[in-house]
């Protein structure tokens, strides 16, 4: 499995069952909110600092996933991408990546045409049996409870940088 990380470019992600548990809260006036993992916004952060970027494909809108990923520092933001396969289609297009040098996150059946044609697919610990049977890792943690970070680090392995990111963190 880490052979197909070392040359990872770029990590896709979907958004409800991945970055969040899938929950969503409405308001008493119809305002969405979504609870999103402070460690996963940690590891895209440190894939960013190591030149790899991080995207987001989902089939919902949400302005709170726009507000999420301005604060992350992620541009490449498709919403209502209900033919996932079409959006990540236009991400090698604009990026100028190959199917080799992209890892993707998914949950659900509308992710696995994107899972079959990266190089890295991965599903969190609770994702649909669908999606979990097409990925080449299954993570420990859940959805939006650290799933990934886990994949995040991970990449950061298969590419090398994990000891010198642990060298930075040691007194």
Request: aromatic residues 8%.
């Amino acid at each position: 499995m880490m052979d197909k990380l070392s040359d990872i470019r770029l990590l896709l992600l979907d958004v409800d069952g991945v970055m969040t548990d899938g929950g969503i809260i409405y308001d008493g006036n119809g305002v969405e909110t979504k609870i999103f993992n402070v460690k996963d916004g940690h590891g895209i952060k440190m894939l960013q600092r190591y030149g790899i970027e991080v995207g987001i494909i989902t089939g919902r809108t949400s302005l709170v996933v726009d507000i999420r990923a301005r604060e992350l520092g992620i541009q490449l933001v498709y919403q209502g991408a209900l033919k996932k396969l079409d959006s990540y289609l236009d991400v090698k297009q604009r990026t100028g990546f190959s199917d080799s040098q992209i890892a993707y996150i998914g949950d659900d059946v509308i992710d696995v045409p994107v899972m079959r044609r990266v190089i890295f697919a991965a599903s969190p610990a609770d994702g649909l049996l669908e999606a979990r049977n097409v990925a080449h890792y299954v993570t420990i943690c859940a959805g939006g409870r650290g799933a990934v970070r886990e994949v995040c680090d991970l990449i950061l392995k298969g590419r090398g940088f994990w000891q010198e990111i642990t060298n930075r963190y040691e007194l």
